[in-house]
C-alpha cells in the first residue's frame, strides 16, 4: 500500500466550535469608523471577538457536514479510503497466511497521519495515536494467527469501541468524531496531546499579556471585557441591556483613549454602572488597580457589597476604605488587583500612601462620584486635593468623575483636563411643581416666567386640620399612597419627626390594614435592635406604614427602615437632604417641605438631588416633585505637603494643577494666589510642619509634619494632638481605657458638646480613684465638675475643651463598657444618633492617631495600645461578635442572630448557603443574603492573599544579596 501523504493547512482560531453565522450581542455597541476601537490581535486566540459565540452542548455533533476544526471536510474522505485500502490490505495478508510484513511495509498505513500532522490540535493527534496503536495491534495478531475459515479474521480482535451496537463496525470518521467529541469534554489521556495542547496555551496567554503590557485594552465582546461580565451583570443585576446613552458614553473616542472624563446625568440615570464597566476593564484589561471615591460610609458598605461577586468570579480584590478600615499602605499584590472602595478622607489618604511608597502608578483609574461636592467646604477640599495629587505625580492615571449635576462644569473640565458628556436621559420622566397655596403650577421653561398652571388642590380641611397642616403636605400624600411611595424633604431633623407624627393623625384606618403583618414584624424588629428600647415617634408612624430617616437614627434603625421603604412596607419617608444623596430610595412623588436646608437657601445642586428621587424604574412611568413655597432666600482649599513640592517654585507649579488657581478671581479678588499660598506656608511654619531651607527656599517636611500627613489628622489640631500625646505618656493611665479614650476624642466634635453638669458629675463621681487622678491630669478636676453641678460660679475657668472632652470621652467609655447605643445615649441626655455619630468618628480618629504615632519614634507605645481600642471602638460589641461584623453590612442585631445561628466566624458565614441561611435568620430576605456571604468570602480571600503576599516576600532572594562565593581553605593552596 502507498503512503498517502495529507497536507493540511492548519488554523487554531478556538478551543469551541465557531458559529456559521455569528449573531451580534445586543449589549454590544456597533464601533463606527472613527469611535470604536479594534479587538487586539493577540487577544483574539483566547477571548471571542466583537461578535457573539455561540456555545454547544457536549453532547451536540460539533461537526455536522464540515470539520469545524479544520475547515476541510475532505480529509473524512481520505481517512474512510485510507481504512478501506488498510482493512482489504490486512484481508490479503490473512488469506494468503503470510509472514508478518516488514518494518516499511507496517509503517504505510501510518504514513497519511504521521510526521506531517505533527501540528495538528491536540484531539487529533490522540485520535491518530489510537489508531497507530491499533495498526499495531492487529499487525501482531496477524503475526501469532491461526488457521482461519476462508473470508474470516476471527483471530483479529478490534479494539474496544471500534464496533457499533448489533456488531457493526464504526468506520474511521466516525471513530475520529467519537474521539474529538470525548476530548472535548475531558482532558487529552495522551501524554504527549495534554503537553502540546498545555504549549499552544501557554503560547497564548503569553501573547494575550503581552499585548496587555502594550495598552491593549480589548478582551471580548462586552465593550473590550470577557463575555462573562455580560453574563454577571444579568444573574446578578438583572441586566439585560445597556441604555443608549451608556453604550455611546463608553464608546467615546475620549474613553477609548482613557483621556479623563466628566459625565453628568440626572439621579437614576445609570451612571454608576457606566464607571463599573471602566472600572472592570481597568482590572481585567489593563490590570492595573482602581479607586472609586463615594462620599458615604453607607455607599461604600453597599458598593463593597455589591462588587464582591464580581470580585470572586472574575478574581479581584474589593478592599473597603471607610470609618476605620483600610491598611496603610495598602498590601501589594502580585497576582491580583485591587479595588479601593474609599469615603473622601480615606481616599486621600490612601493617594498619599500610595505617594510615598512610589506606588501612585499602580492606580489605572479614579472615580468620583458626587463631583459636585468638589464646592463642599473642607470634604470638597478634601476632594480638590487627592485629584489635585493625582494629576500632578502620576500621568498615567485616568480620572472619571460624575455628577447628577454640575454648575461649574467649564472650571472642572479645565481642572482635570477633561472632557465633558451630558444627557437629560431619565429611565422614568420627571414632571417638576411648584405649589403656592392651594394652587400648583408646573415648571415649564418654555413659558415666560418658567411656569404653567396645572391645577388647584381639592380637600376638605377641618379648621384644626388646617392649623395643623398649613401647606396642606397630608393632601399631597394621600394622593399617592399606601399604593404608591412618597418622600418629603424637611429642613431639619425636628421637623421630620413632627411631620410623620402630624401625618399619622390624619390618616385613615385603612392604612393600618396595609400589609399589616409586615409592619408588626418591622416593630419587632426596631424593637430587638434597640436591646428592648424603642423610639415612641416610630412606634406610634410605623403601623400607618410611616417613618422618619436622619442622622439621629442608628445605623440598625436606618437599615430596617430602608429595606422596609423599599419593599414597599412603608409607603411614606419624612427625611432631610442627606438621603438625597445617600442610598437609592425613589419614591412615585418627593415634597420639598421648605426650599431651605437648614437655615441655608436651597442650592440648585440640592434640589436636583432632591427631585431626581422622584420616578421608580420598572415600577412607575414617570416620577412628580412639588416644592412648597410660601409668600414672603466658600473656603479656600487647604494644602498638604509631601513629596509633591519641594520648593516654592514647585509649589506654584503643583497649584496651577488645582481648581483653586482656575476659580482664582472669583476666590482671592482681594490679593494674588502667590500671596495666599505664602500666607499657608507660614503659618505651617509657624506650626512645626514644615522648614524652609536655603537660599532657594527648599521645603522640608518635619516630623510633625509627616506624621501628621500619614495619619490625616486635620492641620488644626496635629500641633494639640502632639502635645497632648506627650503629656499622656508622662502618666499614662493603664489599668482602665479611659485615658486612652480621651486622646482619641475627636476634637471636631467639641462645639457640638453642651455637658449636662449634673449628668457629668453622677458619671465622674462612679469613677476610680485612678481615672479621677487621671482627669485632674489633663485639666478636669472633680471640684470644677461639682461646683458647675451645683450651680456656683467658678472663679478660674480650666480649659473648656479638655472639660468638653472629657464629658464625651465619658460618653465613648461607657459604651465601651455596655454597648448599647440606647441607655448611655439616655443616661447622657443626648441623641442616640448624636452617640453613634460620636462613635463612628472616634474610631475613624483613632485609626489616624494610631499611624499619626507610628511616624514618632518619642511615642511609640501607642502604636501598640491603639491597635486594639482601634478595632473595640470600630465595633463596640461584644468580643464574639466583631469577626462577623468586620463583613460589610452585618450590624450588630444581625451579627446577634447569625452567632445564635451558629455561624460565629468568618469562614463560618463565607461557606454558608444562602437559602439556608434565609430559612435560619429571621427576616433576611435572599439577595441579602447572597451579598452577605459574597462579602464574607471577599474578606476571607483578601486576609489569605495577605498572608500569601508576605510569605512570598519572605521567600523571595534579595535583590540586594552579596555574591555567595566560597572561600578556598588553606589546605587547598
Not at 342 to 369: F, P, Q
Not at 484 to 504: D, Q, R, W, Y
Not at 810 to 827: C, D, G, I, M, Q
Amino acid at each position: 500500500m502507498s503512503s498517502v501523504r495529507l497536507h493540511v493547512k492548519i488554523k487554531r482560531v478556538c478551543a469551541r466550535k465557531r458559529p456559521r453565522d455569528a449573531l451580534k450581542a445586543h449589549l454590544t455597541p456597533v464601533r463606527g469608523g472613527g469611535g470604536g476601537s479594534a479587538p487586539c490581535a493577540p487577544c483574539s486566540s483566547i477571548m471571542a471577538e466583537s461578535a457573539a459565540v455561540e456555545f454547544c452542548s457536549d453532547s451536540e455533533d460539533l461537526f455536522g457536514d464540515y470539520d469545524s476544526i479544520l475547515e476541510d471536510s475532505s480529509i473524512l474522505a481520505r481517512l474512510d479510503d485510507a481504512e478501506q485500502r488498510e482493512r482489504l490490505q490486512s484481508q490479503q495478508l490473512q488469506g494468503f497466511r503470510t509472514p508478518p510484513p516488514s518494518t516499511d511495509a507496517m509503517s504505510c498505513s501510518a504514513a497519511p497521519l504521521g510526521d506531517e500532522l505533527e501540528d495538528l490540535p491536540p484531539s487529533q493527534l490522540q485520535f491518530q495515536e489510537q489508531i497507530q496503536d491499533q495498526a499495531k495491534r492487529s499487525r501482531l495478531q496477524v503475526a501469532k494467527a491461526t488457521p482461519m475459515p476462508p473470508g474470516g479474521a476471527a483471530g483479529i480482535e478490534e479494539p474496544e469501541g471500534a464496533k457499533r451496537r448489533g456488531g457493526v463496525r464504526k468506520s474511521m470518521a466516525e471513530q475520529l468524531k467519537e474521539a474529538m467529541l470525548g476530548n472535548a469534554a475531558a482532558p487529552a489521556a495522551a501524554p504527549r496531546s495534554a503537553a502540546l495542547k498545555e504549549a499552544v496555551i501557554s503560547k497564548e496567554i503569553s501573547e494575550a499579556m503581552e499585548a496587555i503590557s502594550a495598552e491593549a485594552a480589548d478582551l471580548g465582546p462586552f465593550f473590550g471585557l470577557p463575555r462573562k461580565v455580560k453574563e454577571l451583570m444579568l444573574r446578578l443585576r438583572g441586566i439585560q441591556r445597556l441604555y443608549d446613552w451608556q453604550e455611546t458614553c463608553l464608546n467615546l473616542d475620549c474613553v477609548h483613549q482613557r483621556k479623563n472624563l466628566i459625565y453628568s446625568l440626572p439621579t437614576s440615570g445609570g451612571k454608576t454602572l457606566v464607571a463599573e464597566i471602566l472600572i472592570l476593564r481597568e482590572l481585567l484589561c489593563r490590570r492595573k488597580d482602581c479607586l472609586f471615591i463615594l462620599p458615604y460610609i453607607s455607599l461604600v458598605q453597599e458598593k463593597v457589597r455589591g462588587l464582591a461577586n464580581f470580585g470572586l468570579e472574575l478574581d479581584f480584590m474589593v478592599e473597603e476604605y471607610a470609618g476605620s478600615k483600610g491598611r496603610f499602605p495598602p498590601v501589594k499584590r502580585r497576582s491580583r488587583r485591587s479595588l479601593y472602595v474609599a469615603t473622601i478622607e480615606k481616599a486621600h489618604s490612601l493617594v498619599n500612601s500610595l505617594i510615598e511608597g512610589g506606588r501612585l502608578e499602580d492606580l489605572g483609574l479614579l472615580v468620583v462620584d458626587e463631583l459636585h461636592m468638589l464646592g463642599d467646604g473642607s470634604r470638597g477640599a478634601v476632594i480638590e486635593m487627592t485629584l489635585a495629587k493625582v494629576l500632578f505625580m502620576s500621568k498615567a492615571t485616568q480620572i472619571v468623575g460624575m455628577s447628577a449635576t454640575l454648575g461649574n462644569i467649564r472650571d472642572l473640565q479645565t481642572f482635570l483636563g477633561a472632557e465633558n458628556y451630558t444627557n437629560d436621559f431619565r429611565p422614568v420622566q420627571l414632571k417638576e411643581y411648584v405649589k403656592l397655596n392651594d394652587t400648583i403650577y408646573e415648571v415649564d421653561p418654555k413659558e415666560e416666567n418658567g411656569f404653567r398652571f396645572s391645577r388647584t388642590l381639592n380637600f376638605k380641611y377641618s379648621s384644626s386640620m388646617q392649623k395643623m397642616d398649613p401647606d396642606h403636605i397630608i393632601a399631597l400624600v394621600t394622593e399617592v399612597i399606601p399604593l404608591h411611595s412618597c418622600l418629603v424633604f424637611c429642613p431639619t431633623k425636628k421637623n421630620c419627626e413632627n411631620v410623620a407624627g402630624m401625618i399619622c393623625k390624619y390618616l385613615k384606618e385603612q392604612f393600618l390594614q396595609h400589609r399589616e403583618a409586615e409592619k408588626a414584624a418591622l416593630l419587632r424588629e426596631l424593637k430587638d435592635s434597640g436591646n428592648g428600647s424603642m423610639c415612641p415617634v416610630l412606634r406610634r408612624t410605623v403601623p400607618y406604614g410611616v417613618a422618619y430617616h436622619h442622622s439621629g437614627l442608628t445605623s440598625e434603625e436606618r437599615k430596617l427602615i430602608e429595606e422596609a421603604y423599599s419593599g414597599g412596607v412603608l409607603c411614606l419617608l419624612t427625611c432631610t437632604s442627606t438621603l438625597a444623596a445617600g442610598i437609592n430610595l425613589p419614591a412615585r412623588r418627593v415634597i420639598l417641605r421648605s426650599p431651605y436646608v437648614g437655615v441655608d437657601f436651597l442650592k440648585r445642586s440640592q434640589y436636583k438631588q432632591m427631585v431626581g428621587r422622584a420616578g421608580r424604574a420598572g415600577i412607575d412611568t414617570i416620577g412628580e416633585s412639588v416644592l412648597i413655597l410660601q409668600e414672603k432666600d466658600r473656603k479656600l482649599s487647604g494644602l498638604w505637603l509631601l513629596q509633591v513640592a519641594s520648593s516654592l517654585q514647585q509649589l506654584d507649579a503643583f497649584l496651577r494643577r488645582t481648581l483653586l488657581f482656575v476659580q482664582q478671581q472669583q476666590l482671592c479678588a482681594d490679593r494674588s494666589l502667590q500671596d495666599v499660598v505664602r500666607q499657608s506656608v507660614h503659618i505651617l511654619k509657624e506650626k512645626e510642619l514644615i522648614a524652609v531651607t536655603g537660599t532657594d527656599s527648599a521645603l522640608q517636611v518635619t516630623r510633625l509634619g509627616r506624621a501628621a500627613y500619614k495619619g490625616s489628622v486635620d492641620l488644626a489640631y496635629c500641633d494639640v494632638l502632639y502635645r497632648d500625646l506627650s503629656k499622656g505618656l508622662e502618666g499614662l493611665l493603664l489599668n482602665s481605657y479611659l485615658h486612652l479614650v480621651y486622646l482619641v476624642t475627636p476634637y471636631e466634635l467639641v462645639p457640638q458638646c453642651n455637658p449636662d453638669w449634673m449628668v457629668y458629675f453622677r458619671q465622674f463621681s462612679l469613677l476610680s480613684a485612678s481615672e479621677q487622678k487621671m482627669s485632674a491630669a489633663v485639666g478636669v478636676p472633680e471640684s470644677f465638675v461639682a461646683r458647675k453641678a451645683a450651680g456656683q460660679t467658678v472663679k478660674k475657668n480650666p480649659d473648656l475643651v479638655a472639660v468638653k472632652r472629657m464629658y464625651l470621652a465619658l460618653v465613648l467609655f461607657s459604651l465601651l463598657k455596655e454597648t448599647n447605643v440606647w441607655s448611655v445615649a439616655e443616661r447622657f441626655q443626648l441623641s442616640r444618633g448624636f452617640v453613634q455619630t460620636l462613635l463612628s468618628s472616634a474610631s475613624a480618629f483613632c485609626s489616624c492617631v494610631l499611624h499619626f504615632t507610628e511616624e514618632l519614634e518619642e511615642l511609640w507605645p501607642f502604636k501598640a495600645l491603639l491597635t486594639e481600642l482601634t478595632r473595640r471602638l470600630s465595633y463596640c460589641v461584644t468580643a464574639e461578635l466583631i469577626p462577623l461584623m468586620e463583613v460589610a453590612g452585618v450590624l450588630e442585631f444581625r451579627a446577634k442572630q447569625l452567632y445564635a445561628a451558629g455561624y460565629k466566624t468568618l469562614s463560618h458565614l463565607a461557606n454558608a448557603d444562602p437559602a439556608v441561611l434565609c430559612r435560619t435568620i429571621q427576616n433576611l430576605y435572599k439577595k441579602q443574603a447572597l451579598l452577605m456571604v459574597a462579602s464574607a468570602k471577599m474578606l476571607l480571600n483578601e486576609k489569605a492573599a495577605a498572608l500569601q503576599e508576605e510569605v512570598d516576600d519572605l521567600l523571595t532572594l534579595p535583590a540586594d544579596l552579596p555574591p555567595q562565593r566560597l572561600q578556598p581553605k588553606a589546605a587547598d593552596f
